[in-house]
Each structure stands twice: as structure tokens, then as C-alpha cells.
DNA sequence: TATTGTTATACTCTATAACTATA
DNA sequence: TATAGTTATAGAGTATAACAATA
């Protein structure tokens, strides 16, 4: 009757999605840092550091929710806080040394895994390209024209 | 120097992952439903009605989450629980006239939702299948072999 | 008054442990 | 003893509200 829950859009992409953060938690685990972590570092690693609040924005996240990601990547030594001289309100945040070496290695396995996940669902390299660039539209093309059917119900 | 992060493959499945849930939702707001109980109506909807133990299993979700699930959607007058009468453990689940219903409109704006999702991207019919077949194989090869490299950093 | 970081709190989603009734 | 459903509880993950320091 109904088509199958395995042929869904919905179930397709998020399961996708799991199967690829777990092959990147996966990779990542003897670095001892996790793929929202890495995303942090990612986005931290610019020329002009940023605050707290600016990266929260860049990543998508709530500034409270920000708090804790950087607590975490404190304790691990990864990225250091600074007050602002500028505005004393403000928290810059920096990578250290081991932060960088960490998110260089991170990014490396990062690529690898991206690579190995396409490949190994016997993707050629281009049709892989190709769906990372479907992928990217449907990603960003955040609103969909808002139909909203009639109840016929 | 790293990639952005909108290039990064878990990102992109993630937040391609949320638009379309988005679209899901909206499609189904005055149906009264959520997708995921649209999902479960969709595994329920079988020749032999199933316990809620085979439901929780074909959604691929706990027993005890399958509880609430059920919960709601008898709330809603849209399923019914019976004991079974040859194992009295068991609580038979089958949908009622009013979650028949449901499920055909529900499955009618689903279907149109995923076709406008892709068509919205810009996608031709030949992009949005190719991108499906592939999407189905990503999130089916559950096991990418565990290269787990080296700690160079 | 508004903004940044912080804390406390709450909410969602889901799983584990323990209870009950059945087998 | 084991299984199906249930409940209580706890753990992620994330957001809202309130507070302190600063602008």
C-alpha cells in the first residue's frame, strides 16, 4: 500500500546522516574530540579570531550553547579564552598550538572519511560530485514555497 | 585554510536533513500529525497487524519509545490497541477508519511535499532519481570498513 | 538601556532499569 | 526464566529566562 519507510526522504537523509557521524566519530575517536567539536575548531581557525557570540552565529547554535562547547574544548586545551581589550564584554577565543595540530589532523581524517563514506557506497567520483552538489543546494535552499494542502481529510 | 563549513558533508546532510523535516511538518500541520507519527501509521498500515515490540522494530526504535508513539496517536483516535488473544502479552496495534484516512492525506502531502522539495532545489526529474538511488545507498551501507588511522598529531 | 558571557532551568528525544502480567 | 508492555528515571542536546559585567 504505502511505499516503504526505506524509500522516504526523511528516513533516507537521516539515516545518511548517522551513518556518516558515526564513520566520522569513529575516525576521530582516538583524537579524542567529536565532529561538533571539530566543526568548532573549523570555524575558530580564521585570521581574526572571533568572540564567542560570533562564532555561536557562524555555527548556528545558541550563545549558551556555545558556552559549553568552549568549556569543552578548554578543558582538553584546544582553544584558549581571552578578554576583548577592545570590549571587555567580549571573549575572544583562540586556538593553542595543540588546537591547531589537532584540528589539522581532525580536517585530514575529516576529508578521508568524506571520501571513504562516497566510495564505499560504490560511488564513482563523478556521481559522487554531483550529489555533493544536489546535496548543497537542498541543504541551503531553505524555503520551500509554502503550499499547505487543503484538509481533505 | 579548512574548508568551509557549508562543504562539509555531515552539515550538508544534516541541515538538508532539517529543510525538508521542515517541509514535512508544515505539509502536515493542519492534518494534525508530525512526521513521525505519519511513519508509524505507514508501518502499521499491514495485512497482519503488528505488536507494538514488530512496530518498534520495523521503525527501528525502543520498545518503550514505541509506548509513547502509540500514546499519542490513540489519543488522537487514529490507532487502537487490543490484547492479543493468542499471546495475552502482546498488544495488537490497528488503525482505525479516522487514522486510515489520515494516512492516505497524510501520504498524498508527504509525496507531494518530497517531489517539491527536489523540484524547489531546482532539480530536474532525472537529478532528483539519480539523487534518491544514491541517498538510499549511503544510508543502507551501514558499515564503512573502520580505517581508524594513525594519531599524527 | 543594550549586549556578552554565564548559570539555572526546562524541554525534547531517546535509552536503561525495574515492575507487572503473561508465557 | 523469558518476553511484552509499562513506568520512572536519566542522559544528550538545545533553548529560554535571569543575572553580572560592561558598553
Redesign the pocket.
Known sequence: MAEPLTSRLGYLLKHAQLNFSQSGARALESLNI?G?QLAVLVVLDVAEPL???DA?KELG?????M??L?DELEDKGLVE?RRSPD?????IVELTAHGKQTLTEGERRHQETEKAFLAGAGLTPIEADLFVRILKRLATDAETPDDQPEDKT
Request: hydrophobic share 30%; glycine share 0%; net charge positive.
Open positions: 567529536t561538533r568572540s564567542q557570540l555561536a547554535v545558541d550563545r549558551t550553547t558556552v559549553a568552549i579564552r570590549d571587555r564584554r567580549k571573549n
